[in-house]
Each structure stands twice: as C-alpha cells, then as structure tokens.
C-alpha cells in the first residue's frame, strides 16, 4: 500500500521535530549535571583552601565592587561558586562570572572565571587593560587612547590600556607589573581603590587549575601594590 506524500512528508517532519526535541532536553540533562559537578569539585576546593563557599551569590555580591567596570557590563548578571577567603597575603572572591550583550537573536553570553582582590596597601587609579585586537588597533585611529610603554614593546603591543588618569595609571604599572603580563599574555584585569580583577575573557577556569589562578592575581595584587 502507497503512503501518501503529504503524509510521509509530514512523518518525516514529525520524526525530524521530535529528535530535535530529544537532542535539547539531552543537552539541557547533560549541562546540569555538568554545573552540578563543577559546583561540587569547587565547593571541596573551598574547604581544602579554608575559604568560604556559595554556589549562588547574594543579590548585594556585584554590588560590593564598586568602580569595576567588567561587573557591570550587559544584563542578566550571575556570579556563582564564589569562594571567599585569605591567599598569601591577599583577600581573595574567586567565582565563575556570566552575563548577556544584546538582545534576541542578536544576543551573546559571555562565561569566565573572575577573581577580585584586596589588599589594604592597595591605591589604584581605574584602568582597564585587555589584550589589544584589530578593533581596538581601529579604535586608535579615531582617538581612543591607549596608554602605551616605550621601555616595553612588547607589552604595549599585545595590550590596551585604559584610565583616565594617565600619570597615576603609569606609576602603578612598574617593570615588575608590565613584566607580570608579558608571561601572561592572554589575561585581563581592572583596578580602582583597594580592588583589583584578574580573568581571562570568555574562559572558564578548570578545577585543577583554580589555585594557579589564584596566585596569579595574588602576585598581581602585590606587584601593583608596589
């Protein structure tokens, strides 16, 4: 017996639907557990390092960081897996970062792995440093100012450095700190008062790496303090 074609066209478009359906709840089943058992890992990091641990921030978290700009970019803000405590030194808030540009189709997530922090002797000026891409190379042309070191080519090449107080901004920067990111060349950070970001834009940190991360914004920390 024949099948009609539209009812084997409308088959082959139910059968197309429902594995499409199946793949998405498959994918939102696997994310979940994903975030469940990266929240656990980093929940046992927080007791083995004795800080502090919520897998999801108070709504007066971001709030807390008053003049970093990276925490009050786009909507939708969440941080969570924060871990609060004390590293060599340095007061530390590690946690995993995510907010949304755009809107609709048009819409972008951006996901990384955030640590802020303090130090008393800490005085920053607000500066905002990233690595330097070819927009940014355009931005120049039409004025954007990107604070730039002679003594440091290499630096001045593979980042842009922003703040509006260009001398105080300068004075902080010391070979020690333009040495810092020329080793780690891939990170960005912003600073004003006694706080300080360290991430790594749109990366989420592993595990096994949490620690490092750490100690690199600590060293970070202590390098602007002078």
């Known amino acids: 017996m024949r099948v009609p074609e539209d009812f084997r066209d409308l088959l082959i478009s139910l059968v197309i639907l429902g594995a499409a ?91 990384q792995t955030v640590v802020c922090l303090s130090l008393p002797t800490l005085a920053l000026p607000h500066f905002v440093l990233r690595p330097e891409n070819v927009f940014h190379k355009i931005g120049g042309v039409f004025g954007f100012h990107d604070i730039d070191f002679p003594e440091a080519p290499n630096f001045s090449k593979r980042f842009l450095l922003r703040g509006a107080e260009e001398h105080a901004v300068r004075a902080v920067f010391n070979p020690g700190v333009l040495s810092f990111f020329e080793r780690h060349k891939d990170m960005s950070a912003e600073g004003f008062g006694n706080q300080l970001i360290y991430y790594r834009a749109s990366r989420i940190q592993q595990p096994i790496d949490i620690r490092g991360f750490m100690r690199q914004g600590c060293e970070l920390a202590r390098l602007l303090a002078g």
């Not at 609060?84 to 048009?106: A, I, N």
Request: glycine share 8%.
């Open 21 to 111: 359906a199946v793949a998405v709840v498959l994918w939102v089943c696997i994310e979940k557990r994903r975030k469940r058992k990266r929240t656990e890992v980093l929940e046992n990091l927080a007791m083995r390092y004795r800080m502090q641990f919520e897998a999801e921030a108070q709504p007066s978290f971001l709030t807390s960081f008053y003049g970093l700009n990276l925490l009050t970019l786009g909507h939708s803000r969440e941080p969570g897996n924060v871990m609060q405590g004390e590293m060599d030194g340095v007061t530390v808030s590690l946690f995993d970062y995510t907010y949304v540009t755009g809107s609709g189709k048009s819409s972008q997530k951006h996901r």
